[in-house]
């Protein structure tokens, strides 16, 4: 099936918008009675902007009428605006201290993705929200912070297309170099999801060549374009579902496998802070000094990576073929050690 990739045009609401409802709502509750001129004035002088036409106000009061229910009328003999309802409160005008310090911290835990398109569009948000309610931000937020992680700088035009492939449910295309293989390919792709790990931006999907369900980051893609071809998005199409209750990330295979694993040293009390998958078992073995964690995930290669950094704490005991692929890394990993001098 295939339709048309079009916008309607329609009149929403944006910050700016927002932002001078604000500023026309405050000067009303605090009973200045402000006319149009006035209120055109009081916007330049709050924003800095040299102009604002009259047109444009007259359409912030009736939206404020029609979308807030606001009770505005106009005082003749006062010359000015007024609400008939003097407890009226414009909504996004009415957010407490502890709201703003929430929404505040919520930008300081999206600092891992600083760089990217989403971080700088849920940002000027989070800034706009809490700047127009004339509350001092609290100084515990520099008492919360993310520590320094690597950044990736994700194309924001490549960004913009994936979220309008997403919205339309449209097929999308693109040339991609993978991962493990440097050979650049030709995908077609329905897309699921984003999936967002640690800064990376991955959209998951069904890849029509390959007919199976691959994930890509957007950063190795290239000529990306959003067809006019429409797919039917699947009831199940969550990644979580795809992660054989696994919580390891941004990877999958397509057969769950079962893992046991030891852990010895201080990776004791490590494997036993995190639920690591919605079924693991965790049992000491105090004569023997060790813990052993029992679970499944469809995501092998990240509890691979998940083992190695554990070092010497950390033994895999079956599956039989993981335990063999784990015993060659470390061999190879020891071969690179021999030849430094």
């Not at 009415?94 to 919520?106: G, H, K, M, Q, R």
């Not at 995190?274 to 990240?302: G, P």
């Amino acid at each position: 099936m295939k339709q048309e990739n079009s916008k309607k045009q329609t009149r929403q609401l944006n910050k700016k918008m927002l932002e001078r409802m604000i500023i026309i709502h405050n000067a009303i509750k605090s009973g200045l009675y402000p006319d149009n001129f006035r209120l055109q004035r009081l916007y330049c002088e709050q924003t800095g902007y040299s102009k604002v036409g009259e047109a444009t106000i007259n359409r912030d009061i009736d939206m404020l009428r029609t979308y807030f229910h606001a009770p505005l009328e106009f005082d003749r003999l006062k010359g000015g605006y007024y609400y008939t309802d003097e407890k009226f409160e414009f909504a996004l005008n009415n957010i407490s201290s502890e709201d703003v310090f929430y929404l505040s911290a919520a930008k300081t835990l999206l600092s891992s993705f600083e760089g990217s398109p989403i971080y700088k569009s849920i940002s000027d948000v989070i800034d706009f929200v809490t700047d127009t309610q004339g509350i001092g931000k609290s100084s515990l937020l520099k008492r919360i912070a993310v520590p320094p992680v690597p950044k990736m700088h994700t194309n924001e035009d490549i960004w913009k297309k994936v979220l309008s492939s997403l919205q339309g449910n449209y097929i999308v295309e693109f040339d991609y170099t993978g991962r493990w293989n440097s050979e650049k390919t030709n995908r077609s792709i329905a897309p699921y999801q984003l999936l967002l790990e640690d800064g990376f931006c991955f959209l998951f999907g069904y890849d029509l060549n390959k007919e199976a369900e691959r994930m890509f980051l957007l950063n190795r893609m290239e000529n990306f374009t959003v067809t006019d071809e429409h797919f039917d998005l699947p009831e199940d199409f969550e990644f979580h579902s795809r992660s054989g209750g696994g919580k390891f990330g941004a990877f999958m295979t397509e057969d769950s496998v079962d893992f046991v694993i030891d852990f010895f040293g201080n990776g004791r009390a490590y494997v036993k802070e995190c639920v690591w998958a919605d079924n693991q078992k965790l049992t000491d073995f105090e004569n023997e000094h060790k813990t052993r964690i029992e679970f499944s995930t469809t995501q092998c290669l990240k509890v691979k990576e998940w083992v190695l950094s554990q070092g010497a704490n950390a033994v895999p005991q079956s599956p039989k073929w993981f335990v063999e692929d784990w015993k060659k890394t470390i061999l190879e990993m020891s071969e690179q050690a021999q030849k430094i001098q």
